[in-house]
């Protein structure tokens, strides 16, 4: 490796996630694409004296933020139809829209749209269960943006194709594909138990145990799905998938408003993990996820915004202040997940929920050099007596000011290094335009 690859990043504050310390004084150099050492400033400086060097004196660098849920091309969707109820939503609304306007097209733009949005608030790594995964996958390596793409499994017709024999073909031949692109990997998202039957569940199981790739589905999203499935197979969805052996570590469980003993025992057992979108279900009025519960039951919970028409931004920054609230409200406890857990929900949670844990989620040496720098220079930061509190209590997305995915520097001073903006703007107004005009 070239010295003029190394950086020194010099920040006031490090949040490594490794210990509950902040560190004052150090600074992080990276490589190409890895975290190659956490010095003392002066320190740093002697011992890699050819190297850039970036100054952030008023910035807590951290861990980027792993967003673990989401419908990226949704974005395109964003604002067309608001304030409806789960089924209303999907079923008059966004399912026709989607069979009328959803193609390769589409999805790469809406991609586009959305990675532009996830870099400018701090994630650098996105978990997407959408139609073309293969497009999802081509659009954020060529951005490089680390993503995990879960291709959608259905028993009916999409756009995406006639119904489950042909979305494994398409999966596996993207999985194929990607499978020697460092940021991408490719899953299998069964989009939940009342939309896939137990053939397409128990075959997902078996390539994904031959395959080694990961697995998403929405999981009791509403109290509705879990009194219909009880009165349909008198079975709730998590026990029917138990019955298929479905559940695993390497499978996530998305959503869960929903959940009993019999629940915890399933998820503790198979060491399936949770992932929770507050804001989604606070807007689609779902329920609540109780976070507080899975936790001190010892199963991983992580952090997703779920697609943007029902959130409807992609900021990992206020869906941490969104879960913090909740899970206090929720177990009237105030002091259920505090600043600090609320941090790792959206950061190395994400990473051990992904498979990643080894990877990203934490600042380590060796680990990928996905950071993000956060601006406490600004008013509602002051003053300060706790960067973690104001972080998650005070701060909001446009305070990230730099951010990187592998090493490679994707947001500068607050603006995107390698997206044209204004261009990218105008792409999804002609997208608004042409959806609003035939919708
Ligand atoms: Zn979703």
């Known amino acids: 490796m070239s010295l003029a690859e190394e950086t020194i990043i010099t920040p006031k504050w490090v949040m490594t996630l490794e ?3 902040l560190l004052v004084g150090h600074s992080v150099i990276i490589g190409k694409d890895v975290i190659l050492a956490i010095l003392p400033n002066e320190q740093a400086l002697k011992t890699y004296p050819n190297a850039k060097h970036i100054f952030l004196p008023q910035q807590m660098l951290m861990p980027g933020f792993v967003n673990c849920h989401g419908h990226a091309a949704m974005n395109l969707f964003k604002g067309l139809a608001d304030d409806l109820p789960l089924m209303t939503w999907l079923e008059e609304h966004i399912w026709p829209a989607e069979g009328q306007w959803v193609n390769e097209q589409f999805v790469a733009d809406g991609t586009k749209l959305a990675i532009s949005e996830m870099l400018l608030s701090g994630t650098t790594c996105f978990s997407d269960m959408y139609f073309f995964p293969e497009v999802v996958a081509e659009v954020s390596a060529s951005m490089n943006m680390r993503a995990i793409c879960y291709g959608p499994i259905l028993n009916f017709p999409t756009p995406y194709g006639s119904g489950p024999d042909e979305y494994f073909d398409k999966i596996l031949a993207a999985h194929d594909k990607f499978k020697h692109q460092p940021l991408i990997d490719i899953g299998f998202g069964p989009h939940a138990p009342y939309t896939v039957s137990d053939e397409p569940l128990k075959k997902v199981r078996m390539l994904s145990d031959q395959l080694k790739m990961p697995i998403q589905i929405h999981l009791h999203e509403t109290e509705f799905e879990v009194s219909d499935a009880l009165e349909k197979t008198g079975k709730r969805p998590s026990q029917r998938l138990d019955d298929l052996n479905f559940w695993g570590p390497d499978v996530q469980a ?20 949770v992932i929770h979108c507050p804001e989604s279900n606070l807007k689609l009025a779902s329920g609540f996820c109780p976070t507080h519960e899975l936790q001190t039951a010892q199963i991983n919970v992580a952090l997703g915004t779920d697609g943007a028409a029902s959130n409807n931004d992609l900021d990992m920054l206020s869906e941490m202040h969104s879960a913090a609230l909740i899970a206090k409200a929720v177990s009237k406890d105030a002091s259920a997940l505090p600043a600090l857990e609320a941090v790792k929900m959206a950061t190395i949670n994400g990473a051990i929920a992904l498979g990643k844990e080894d990877q990203i989620g934490s600042i380590k040496v060796g680990k990928q050099a996905d950071l993000i720098s956060i601006d406490f220079s600004d008013i509602s930061c002051a003053p300060m007596y706790d960067p973690i509190s104001q972080l998650v209590y005070s701060a909001s997305r446009h305070q990230v000011d730099h951010v990187w995915v592998a090493g490679h520097l994707q947001v500068k001073n607050k603006t995107l290094c390698h997206v044209d903006t204004a261009q990218l703007m105008e792409m999804a107004q002609e997208w608004a335009d042409k959806i609003s005009s035939k919708t």
């Open 254 to 273: 998305v959503h869960v408003t929903q959940l009993n003993q019999q629940d915890i025992d399933i998820f503790k057992k198979a060491g399936t993990h």
């Open 19 to 21: 210990s509950e310390e």
